[in-house]
Nanobody
Framework: QVQLVESGGGLVQPGGSLRLSCAAS????????MSWYRQAPGKQRELVAT???????DYADSVKGRFTVSRDSTANTVHLQMNSLKPEDTAVYYC?????????WGKGTLVTVSS
């Protein structure tokens, strides 16, 4: 069974950091484009960051310079390093893997930025 499982969420103060991980299982994701999305309460899900199979990255303007996406294809894992967190970063963060017609989502991990 193919799965994406996110971890690393939690409560952090403004200005703090968190590192999210997405562990893939059931098949290799080395050819997949991997993305992080987030959904805040009452808002639509939005794309945060993407990393291609070749390691090319792209970010939403709201997180550029603060978030860094990386992947370890050997470990079948993707990470999202989040620094200088703001209250508006509060959301459920989801991992997504896409390749051709294949499209997988994780169930999400909650990040709360609050003092």
């Amino acid at each position: 069974q193919v799965q994406l499982v996110e971890s690393g969420g939690g409560l952090v103060q403004p200005g703090g950091s968190l590192r999210l991980s997405c562990a893939a299982s059931g098949r290799s994701f080395s050819t997949f484009s991997m993305s992080w999305y987030r959904q805040a309460p009452g808002k639509q899900r939005e794309l945060v960051a993407t990393i291609s199979s070749r390691g090319i990255t792209d970010y939403a303007d709201s997180v550029k310079g603060r978030f860094t996406v990386s992947r370890d294809s050997t470990a079948n894992t993707v990470h999202l390093q989040m620094n200088s967190l703001k209250p508006e970063d509060t959301a459920v963060y989801y991992c997504r893997g896409r390749w051709a017609v294949l499209d997988y989502w994780g169930k999400g991990t909650l990040v709360t930025v609050s003092s």
